[in-house]
């Protein structure tokens, strides 16, 4: 993982704590941080130049989930970190049936 990266994710995290619930928040903000986009009077504008420099929206929300899962810091509100949860248990649970069951190809679906 790129350090710079992490720097601003956290320096964003820091200094934003609305964006500890938010990815897409946090991702326009470290945008901004890093002048990939600019804050307008009518909203965030993307700019299009060098863009394909910029860090995927994966790669910012990888180095959230990082920081607050991982290093524990810089955590989300206790409500969404609630909803996190249940989703990631949700995840789990569906993807650990899924594996359970034969490909309908294989059931003579397409035979």
Known sequence: ?????KDV???????NPDTRNNDFGLVMRVYISMGFAKKTKKGIL???????????????TRVR????????R???DEEVEAKREKHRQELKANYSQRD????????????
């Open 46 to 60: 993307i700019g299009f130049i060098n863009i394909e420099d910029a860090p995927s929206f994966e790669t910012i």
């Open 65 to 72: 989930r990082e920081i607050q899962n991982t290093e524990n």
């Open 100 to 111: 359970r069951y034969e490909p309908m190809i294989m059931n003579g679906w397409m035979s």
């Open 74 to 76: 810089l955590r989300a």
């Open 9 to 15: 994710v956290e320096k964003v995290l820091k200094y």
């Open 1 to 5: 993982m790129n350090d710079k990266i």
